[in-house]
């Protein structure tokens, strides 16, 4: 089957019928930290996927809102806010 | 696998839950879990208005679509951060859902209105890319809110953010961040309500949430932010979870309900020394606020590329766990 993966995006093949939760162990994927999907559908952990089937596996993970240290809890801190 | 609640096929397995959810009752799921957070920590009253913080990800739109399906007045704020493509097409995904829900969405553009963007602005204010992006989003949302009359901003930080936070904030004990990580910071002079209603909810069920849903969002991850610590901690905590489901929530709700206090201790002096921005009017024990002296040193700069190594692996840590 042609997987999609992401960040960076690139294409791999791997031979089906497969579960998810194997195809993420073989691809070494925390199963915690990526959604597969086939067309617009969640596959669940125990979903066979064929060996024509195209697959998407997506990371969930995010980092880009900002937020190392929670930027909401540091309103006008003193002790860093005076240090600039 | 089969739903817990009906015995139907299962789209989605939650292991801390220890159980599987067919559609209808996964999105009830987190719709339920989201009013119990909202309930739990006294969020928001009925009739209030909020402001959701939008960035066109997964977690910002599922949080707009959670709040209007549960009946609050949600407007969202979108602010347009200048970071290329990426700025670009997030800006689309806000506006998309926006419109299909026929929603308020406001906009604010750091180059048109402040006359600088992110990799300008950190360049020139010699800040790390998500320390310039964090200060800029925390001004501007709390000025938003306040002159828009809203009762809070709400922000779509989740169980992940929380506990990755939270996980940095212990490894380097920043007892004056873990005094302040809350699901609701109250509203006081110069500062809205803040509220996380998410906290009860896992990034990957966020993300389910939009595929399920039809939302589309930005996949992609922000190129200035690509590989920081921020990620680091919530891949680890993804490794401890994997071995020991439930381990995120109970890490960070455990703190909540037997730790934070003792890290609050103290925090109302250190809030009275306040004084205001002389130019902006915001709360701040120097002249001029942060937000102020970042628009003054990077206001007017030209656009800079993206660096390579950004694009490619953004490689390097933008800042520490304390942030700006």
Known sequence: MKVLLRNPTREVQVPGPVSVNTLLARLELNRESFLVIRGDELIAGDGM????DE????????????TPGDA???DALPSRDATR | MKCRVCRGPAIIDIRRHNANFCTEHFLRLCRDQVAKAIKEHSMLAE???VLVAVSGGKDSLALWDLLLELG????????????GEYSDESGDYARAFAESRGATLLEIDLREDYGYDIPTGARAAR?????ACGLSKRHLFDEAALDGGYDAVATGHNLDDEAAVLFGNVLHWHTEY??????VLDARPGFPRKIKP??????????????????????EECPMAAGNRHIAYKEALNEIESRSPGAKHDFYHGFLSRASETFRQGIDEEQGALGTCGRCGSPTPAELCAFCRLVEQAGGSQPVELSARRRATGSSDPAPAGGS
């Open chain 2, 127 to 131: 800040r790390a890319p998500c320390s």
């Open chain 1, 72 to 74: 909401w809890a540091q």
């Open chain 1, 55 to 66: 697959i998407e596996i997506r990371p969930v993970i995010s980092g880009g809102s900002g």
């Open chain 1, 49 to 52: 996927l064929d060996d024509d």
């Open chain 2, 72 to 83: 609050y007045q949600a407007d969202g704020l979108y602010l347009g951060l200048g970071i």
């Open chain 2, 178 to 183: 873990l005094a302040r990580q809350l699901p």
């Open chain 2, 47 to 49: 009739g209030e208005r």
């Open chain 2, 198 to 219: 998410l906290v009860r909810l896992g990034e990957r069920e966020m993300a389910a949430y939009c595929l399920v849903r039809g939302i589309p969002y930005q996949v």
